[in-house]
Structures are given as structure tokens and as C-alpha cells.
């Protein structure tokens, strides 16, 4: 996290010490109304279409549970969605007997926006999601183009865009998606359990509510009635950690000073810089796919075991993270591979810290 993120956090947590949480927040209460205009900026949207979450899951499943389901209805979806999302519609479709359409992917990576089409044509789903950049693998997923066909056969959409928040441009009028989710952790270098969630006009014009809405998201108006509040916060919760809040504000201000698109070139040139030196070494094996790359890399290391490999490269202050079969099935079925390495470089790494990174994987050169 960058240094004005913590610092954000820590000066809020010390004055709730001092003079109470409720005290607190009042405070900061313009600070704190900050967050959801500087969330929107990220996203090119509006502030009332933005709620505070705990995670880009926690995001994930307060959309997924205002969606109206009924037994029959079917979800459309890619081979690369998340893991905790394809799990989702999963459950899901045990407890509605829904249909999961999986679109067919391409043969250079990524989901096959005609058969997304075909299966929207013959099924009409009543949702389609996708995760922007799948987190274990790296390509960038086509969500504009698959935005425009939702919204001409009027179906909801959902993008997962927990990978892809702070890493690469964002805009939601351009997706043209009902909902969208994100972390502030990861790319955004915001603090861990915090998250937000984007919910479009029609959504809220057509009142549809989180499964489990509390006083935060709606009004008590009589003793079997109310009435959800007019703007994406009903998706939120009354209690809230208003320390990350601000925390996340602060993250999101830094990424927009910098730049999106600064950040992207950025990320794009380290990238390739560590692409061409893991094709180097003789023995590994990029699993990257996709006709758009992003900045998560993913590579095959034959006969070692993935937690020595983490541990050696931790050893030498070197931070990559293990993607495991599980994470990733039908992906990573259909590339013969049990695990795989996962490299994240962003802008502030360095290329001196690229060569370290690449010398330290020539021990497994084969």
C-alpha cells in the first residue's frame, strides 16, 4: 500500500481511539461521501451507483442475490470465470435448478464472443457473466463487445473486475454492465477487506434488493413493508469500517493521479520484459493465452513442487503467488498443468527488479 493509504487508516483508527467510532464518522463524513465519488471516477459512473462492499466476492454475491431467478432460468458464462464465482452459480443452480451455459473458448485464448451469442440467441439467459481478466490466466476478456450484446437482447450483465481495478482502464458506460465488481487490495494497493460494487440505473430503478437488505439499504415504512433506498448504497450494510473506507479512497485517488492509462503502459512494458525472458529459459512454459494480455502471468515450471518454488523466490524478497488446478479447472485441464506460477508486476517494479526475477527462475532451467 502506498504510504497516504495507511496513513488514511491509521489517522481515522486513532481518532475513533479518541473520541468513539459514531463520533468519528460524523466527522469525516464529507471524507468519507469522497469514496463514492472517487470510485465513480475510476469507473467512469456516478456516485450514486457505487456501494462499499468487503470484497470483490462479498460485490459478486450481493449482485447475484437480488437477481430474480426461477426455476428453468439459465446463467451464461465463460471457461475462465473466477473460481468462487463459477462456484456460485453452482450453488446456485442447485437451489433454483438453473441451467449453466459455459461459451465455448478460443483456440488462442479467451471466451468466444459468436458462440456467446449463439447461446444468448437460444437460451436468453437471464444472466451473463464474465470475469475481465481471469486471475489465472493472462488474457484480458472482451466485456465492451459482450456488453453491447446483452444490452440489445436486454440481459442482465455482470463483470468481475477484481483483477482489472487499477491495473487497465475501466468504464462502465462503455461495458454497459448491470453490475460490476472489484477489490481494493491487488491492483488499486488498497487494504485488504474492502471492496466495491458497481450497480447500474436500471437495477436500481427496478428496485431489485440484496437477499439479505438491512436498514442501511431500505426504509422501515410499515409493519410488513419498506421501501429500498434509491441509489446502488442499498447494497450495503449499516455497519461499516470506516477506516478502509477512507483507506480505499485513498487508493483509488492515488491510481486516478497517476493515471489508467499511465499505469497500463506501464505494466504492458514490464510484461513484456519478463515474457521474453521466461521464453529464455529452456524447460518453462508461458500459459498466457488471449489476443489481450494483462499483467498477471502465468508460467509452467515441470518437476518442482509449487510451494518450494514460492518459498525460494520469497526467500529473496521475490512476491509471486501459486495457482492450482482447483482454482482454475477446466482452464487449466485443458492446458495439462497442475499448478502454475503467477507473477503480478506493477508500475512502480523496476526493470533491475525484473532481471533479479528472471535470474532467480534460471535455477529451474532444464
Known sequence: MPQPVIDAMVEHIELEATMGGYEAADLKAKEIAGFYDSAATLINGKATNIAFTSSATNSFARALSCIPFYEGDSILLAN??????????????????LKILRAASLSTGGVDVADMKRLMDIHH?????????????????????VGGLCEERDLYYLVDACQSAGQIPIDVEKIRCDFLSATLRKFLRGPRGAGFLYVSDKIINQKLAPLFIDMRGADWITADTYAPRMDARRFEDWEFPYALVLGSKAAIDYANIIGLENIKERNAFLCKQIRKGILEISGLRLLDTGLEQSSII?????????QDVLHNLRKKNINTSVGHKHFALIDFEAKHVDWALRISPHYYNTEEEVGILIQSLRKYEV
Open 80 to 97: 475462465e470465470d473466477y473460481i468462487s464465482n463459477q462456484i456460485a452459480f453452482l450453488s446456485l443452480q442447485k437451489k433454483f435448478k
Open 298 to 306: 502465468t508460467v509452467e515450471i515441470p518437476g518442482q513442487r509449487a
Open 125 to 145: 439467459p437471464k444472466l451473463v457473466s464474465l470475469t475481465h481478466v481471469p486471475s489465472n490466466t493472462g488474457l484480458v476478456q472482451p466485456v465492451e463487445e
